[in-house]
């Protein structure tokens, strides 16, 4: 149980990863990913990346530079610009549905507008489930200066869109359906330099 604990990614740049283990069923025809991060980098780096054998960024969250988030599914991106970071804690939620191809982001408890993304696509089941890397191939690939470093927390992963209400509450840390990953039951294994640490602040 990682209530109120956060992953330290140490140094930068860096070789270390988390592992992540879900149970997956079967292909995801909808999901939703939040976690909320803390971190001083300027450069692009990686906080989520789920990789299946045929496509290495099937689901990926990817900041690129302060003020813009990219958000990909099945290799195909949409980018979100945001206001750049004061420095503080980011919340992010991304969610997606294939039945329509929509594409949303939340930041902050707050939603950008939604953009259109691999309509009718189905997200492959078995993964590679990373944070703190970017993969370019099934669990490896890395490219240290898309790494992450700073402090992961939060982290969720959902086989369906989250309605408005329950994506506020992620923010807010509130009580959230079952999950495919939850920060709170968390089947995890740490690869190099990562520490997990009570958060210092809420």
Known sequence: DLYRKVFVFRKDPSDAYVVLRARLEQPLQNFTVCLRSYTDLTRPYSLFSYATKAQDNEILLFKPKPEEYRFYVGGKFVTFRVPEGRRD?????????SASG????????KPWPRKGLQRGYTVGATAAILLGQEQDSFGGGFDLYNSFSGELTDVYLWDTGLSPDKMRAAFLSLRLPPALLAWKSLSYEVKGDVVVKPRLRE
């Open 102 to 109: 929509i594409a949303e982001f939340w930041l902050n408890g």
């Open 89 to 97: 804690w980011e919340h992010v939620c991304a969610s997606w549905e």
